[in-house]
């Protein structure tokens, strides 16, 4: 599994570059549990991976849900909506890594809180992940 711990720290590496966002985490902290000025931050979840062996190479994909957590009491949809496309903006990126061949990142879905939690706003980014890697059995 140090393909996944690999490509995620490197999509950590690459979200924290946005100045938009306070902190990128690799896990989930409940909204409640953030001040207002520690917002907008990231979280990452990590999801299931199914992996295909054909000869000596491996074809692997799994989910990552990316959490947007987001204070706003002015704007809440346009301020959600840039830090969505400046998080879509990086993942669309060309990841490489060594060893592995990693394709660019595919979002599936883009789920909202929908104003509900207001003042918070939450967004989930689902994320497929393709690699493939070389094995050697011998």
């Known amino acids: 599994m140090e393909e996944r711990k ?32 520690e917002l907008p931050v990231i979280c990452i979840l990590n999801g299931d991976e199914s992996r295909k062996y054909e000869g000596s190479r491996i074809i692997a994909e799994f989910t990552v849900i990316l ?13 959600l909506n840039d830090l969505i496309g ?3 903006d990086k993942i669309e990126e060309d990841l ?10 595919q979002i599936t879905t883009i789920e909202t809180s929908q ?14 992940v393709f690699y493939t890697k070389h094995c050697n059995y011998f």
């Open 6 to 37: 690999q490509i995620i720290d490197a999509l950590v590496n690459r979200l924290q570059t946005l100045s938009q966002f306070k902190k990128v985490l690799k896990t989930y902290k409940p909204f409640e549990l953030f001040k207002s000025f």
């Open 86 to 88: 400046a998080v879509c």
């Open 115 to 128: 104003g509900f939690l207001s003042p918070y706003e939450i967004a989930d980014l689902h994320l497929v």
């Open 96 to 105: 490489y890594l060594d060893g592995l061949s990693c394709f660019p990142m």
């Open 67 to 79: 959490r947007i957590i987001l204070y706003s009491e002015t704007n809440l949809t346009d301020e």
